[in-house]
């Protein structure tokens, strides 16, 4: 069974705007959120985590929310950039069975001009 | 760039064959998970290594094995391929501190089962 969904295959957004993925997962016990982002032909590159016992994490131009009671993170990109179309990819820790991530199936983000 | 790195990039083998790939930890890093990518979906988690011994696993059947050795490098072993196992295997590396694992992929093998 899917626990974490990412709903929205892709995204276009133009460079200098807001980017904003989200992702949905239905296990309660997710204690700890990645995002990664991915470009073809590489494996996926850490970009921001967040622990269940914050809301909301800030790197950069990259800042991630967390709605534990609607079960929901987003990734928000500020400003976006050319360079950040890639796929990203959200991923949760279960705690009972550490180091196991579950990941979503990404969203293809393409950055225009 | 992590400091993880995989070999080899691509391979291609027959139905009923054997493979073996293989990773490299990053610097520091005593854990090795790995994972399979199939086309257009994320990463499923296929088995996880800490020090030398498998610390879970996901819905992958025996046929799917691994080893750590003691400098943290690991292989992934895959008996009697069948088409389905084409795919990008993925190696993560990470450190077990705390009650969090940030895991910091390798670029990958390329898998394909003809």
């Known amino acids: 069974d899917q626990q974490v969904k990412q709903n929205s295959p892709s995204l276009s957004v133009q460079e200098g705007r807001i980017s904003i993925l989200n992702c949905d997962y239905t296990n309660s016990m997710f204690d700890y959120f990645l995002w990664y982002k991915k470009y073809p032909a590489e494996g996926p590159t850490f970009l921001i985590s967040?622990?269940?016992?914050?809301d909301k994490n800030e790197d950069g131009r990259f800042t991630v929310f967390l709605n534990k009671s609607a079960k929901h993170l987003s990734l928000h990109i500020v400003p976006s950039q050319p360079g950040d179309s890639a796929v990203y990819f959200c991923?949760?820790?279960?705690?009972?069975?550490?180091?196991?991530?579950?990941f979503g199936a990404g969203t293809q983000v393409v950055v225009t001009p | 760039e992590t400091g993880v790195t995989q070999s080899p990039t691509h391979l291609i083998k027959t139905r009923g064959q054997q493979v073996t790939l293989r990773c490299s930890s990053q610097?520091?890093?005593?854990?090795v998970s790995w994972y399979q990518q199939a086309l257009g979906q994320g990463p499923q988690f296929i088995f996880q290594y800490y020090r030398e011994e498998e610390n879970g696993r996901g819905n992958f059947p025996p046929r799917f094995s691994g080893l750590q050795f003691p400098n943290y490098s690991s292989e992934l072993n895959v008996n009697a391929l069948e088409l389905d196992d084409s795919a990008l295997y993925l190696c993560?590396?990470?450190?077990?501190?705390?009650?969090?694992?940030?895991?910091?992929f390798g670029p990958g093998t390329r898998l394909t089962v003809l």
């Open positions: 610097s520091g890093h005593n854990t």
């Open positions: 991923a949760a820790q279960d705690p009972d069975s550490w180091g196991k991530l579950q």
């Open positions: 993560a590396s990470s450190s077990r501190t705390g009650m969090t694992d940030t895991q910091y």
């Open positions: 967040i622990s269940s016992i914050k």
